[in-house]
């Protein structure tokens, strides 16, 4: 496992821990006490770190490499071999970054679309960094229409830095696709929950984050532009990115507070890469749960509640 820099203290015990078993496996020696009492080390190590993280060091945990992405989600939240993935826009290609399709959790039928990472350097380049093209939101849209016809939910799990900025997807519409997004989202008759699983910035993150409910795990970020972005408009360089991130108020904390959102999932201690299955256990708990409180609502409500939700957001009274 890789270590970010604020982790560094949880290596060194770890290291120990894996010293300390080493020299009992290979000399025989009774050193049960000695394990037990680093590991208690590491427990409350990892609670005094992991209990008072800064925004910048939640940044950087949901950008860690081992970290379950989209596809990991799919796979440990879904009935087995269920996952049928839907390809094209129908209009121009297949954008590899932008990944949906069919599946099952214990046995209801959803539609899940998501934004999709890569773990090698090839994929990472294949998949953009899971930054969409315009044909990504297309093939979003189109597939939650596609459940909407059929009154299948559509859960939402999102996972990037941002649109795509290149040129080519500036020349394809990325605006109008986004916009479009948002547009058609709020007038779906189908229930849709949105997780942001990641990385959570600007219009990328919008593109498929209209929702009936939107929650964050707990160690993501959603806010309108990534620390570092922020910090090279408003300072000139990078060097600012930790600033940037208390000020940009981007954790769940800071969305449940500002109404952003309406919960937070709880992750393992020390983030989802820990205990991944604890993770997906708590992730589908919730989407059954939101999927049975909303089976009685009928289209119309659906777009109602939606609406008036995202309505209500950043609404002043004086």
């Not at 890469?273 to 919730?286: G, M, R």
Request: a neutral charge; hydrophobic letters at 35%; one cysteine or more.
């Amino acid at each position: 496992m890789e270590y970010l820099s604020f982790e560094l203290p949880i290596k060194d015990l770890m290291d120990q821990y894996q010293t300390c078993s080493l020299v009992g496996e290979e000399s025989g020696v009774d050193v049960k006490l000695a394990c037990s009492q680093i590991e208690d080390k590491i427990i409350e190590k990892k609670k005094e770190i992991y209990h008072n993280l800064t925004p910048w060091q939640r940044v950087q945990l949901s950008r860690h490499p081992d970290r379950p992405y989209t596809l990991d989600f799919i796979k440990g939240i879904t009935d087995k071999d269920s996952f049928l993935e839907l390809h094209g826009d129908r209009n121009f290609a297949d954008d590899p970054a932008m990944i949906g399709g069919l599946a099952t959790i214990d046995g209801q039928r959803v539609m899940i679309i998501g934004t999709q990472k890569g773990r090698t350097t090839k994929e990472r380049q294949h998949r953009r960094f899971g930054m969409s093209n315009p044909e990504g939101y297309r093939k979003a849209l189109r597939l939650m229409k596609l459940a909407e016809k059929f009154r299948i939910p559509v859960i939402s799990l999102i996972d990037t830095p941002g649109a795509y900025p290149g040129l080519e997807a500036e020349e394809r519409g990325q605006g109008e696709a986004i916009a479009r997004n948002i547009f058609e989202m709020t007038m779906l008759k189908t229930p849709i929950f949105v997780y942001i699983i990641g990385e959570g910035a600007s219009g990328g993150a919008l593109g498929i984050g209209v929702g009936n409910k939107v929650y964050m795990l707990e160690n993501t970020w959603y806010t309108v532009i990534a620390p570092e972005s922020c910090s090279s408009i408003l300072w000139r360089n990078w060097d600012h990115k930790e600033d940037a991130a208390n000020a940009l108020k981007l954790t769940p904390q800071d969305a449940l507070r500002e109404k952003f959102i309406d919960g937070i999932i709880e992750e393992p201690l020390g983030g989802a890469h820990y205990e991944p299955k604890v993770a997906y256990e708590h992730l589908k708990t919730s989407i059954l749960q939101n999927i049975k409180a909303f089976s009685k609502f009928t289209g119309k409500e659906l777009e109602t509640q939606r609406q008036d939700k995202f309505i209500a957001m950043g609404q002043f009274k004086g």
